[in-house]
DNA sequence: TTTGTTACTTGATAATTATCAAGGTAACAA
DNA sequence: TTGTTACCTTGATAATTATCAAGTAACAAA
């Protein structure tokens, strides 16, 4: 199941990205190891091929608070070869055996210089991914913990465009959890609730959604959130 | 009191600020009048002269969530206009008579691309302000709300660079409140409990903080957040 | 001056959420 | 098969945080 996200390299043409492939190497990295970490110099961004990478931070208490896992097709740190100091803002590391491309950063930068539309593009890029972020940081300051929930099934839902009112839950559930910002047993009690009331049913991880709209008043959110993307 | 964070216009060189200049208009509001809506179409930047615009979405209860308050200087909605579809992505209305000077996207984006340095740098400006908004994602899946309060500390902290262990809160506590995702009444709890253990003294707006390594202790966080700039 | 308004504080109480502890389940390797 | 491990769940309890209510302080408008 590939992870599907449009990153920056889909924005070359065909000619950009034989010139990119032709300056890219190969990396493979064995359960446990770490590909980068956080402050580490931002040297060049990754394509996963086969596996899956975790991009983490550390808490004060020692654990992984996971931001995001990158499965097959997905474009690792495509923003921090930007960033001043080019340092990576996060760590990341392999739970399995994992197959990545890399493209150092000076070879982007090159393609950027020479064609001013890609530097444009990526301009617009970014700009998305700033306000993707911003809503994030909306969600997380929602007073309560089943209203980011609902916001959060109301995010994937209009990223996945599923059969009737599914989604899927991309991640594990104690993944899920630390980026509600709440514990594993506090959303799990909370998809109770939720599936007590008949507001969602759960097999495996997908979840269905009879109606949005009394989904959505349980929690006190306008039905809205769930519309195809107004700003997404 | 000019608010003085890095903006885009200060990446242009001498020749590029006149052009802008030239093709910039002025534009006045009265107190309570509103800049531009979530959702509305970004047509162009906004830098304050006088007054104060405030940066802000509406919760699903109806009230304002200040993400940002532009005094003199402050530079409003530069990364909307790079986003698709090119709306603002929050709303803005001004408490008092300011003045603003207006640059259309147009204009910017003549400049972006006739100058593929400036172009670049702005890359490597968008990506900074990446990196910040994910520092702010990790402070709010903080547990606590007081480790989120000394994180918020040691944020302004390496962004002013005070005399002595100094800081200026920037914002009313209302607003502090909102953006750490907590009420004005639990800010006022927390900043009780960290006076009466004489581990932050306040007089007015202004906060100093005897020492860092002991207020840190009392949240278990480590004391290296208030270290100069690793990324910020 | 008074009057209103807003920010801020404080107290009492209720709701939410975390923590701790224990068990269940599924995947997987030896 | 048996461990082993990680994930998930459930229960009991404690801690955190919100809500409601009231009061103070600061400040602008009349």
Redesign the interface.
Known sequence: MPSNTPNILQLLNQAQKSTLDAQSYQLTLDAGECLFEK?DSAEAIYMVNTGKVTLY?L???GEE?V?KVFLSGGLIAE???????R?Y??SAHVDQKTRLTCYSHESI?EL???D?DL??N???F??????Q??????M????NAS?RLVMYFADIYRKQQQQGNKLILPNTKKVLA??L?ITPETLSRLLNKLKFSGLINESGSSITVPSFSLLCDEV???PSIFKPT??S
Chains 1, 2 share one sequence.
């Open positions: 402050g931070r808490m004060p208490n608070k931001f923003m921090a070869i930007f960033m001043t100091p340092c803002p996060m930068n950027l210089i020479s001013s530097a444009m990526v301009l617009g970014m700009g998305n991914r700033i306000g972020l911003m809503n994030s940081l909306d997380l300051t929602q007073v209203q630390t980026q910002g006190n959110l306008v107004i700003n």
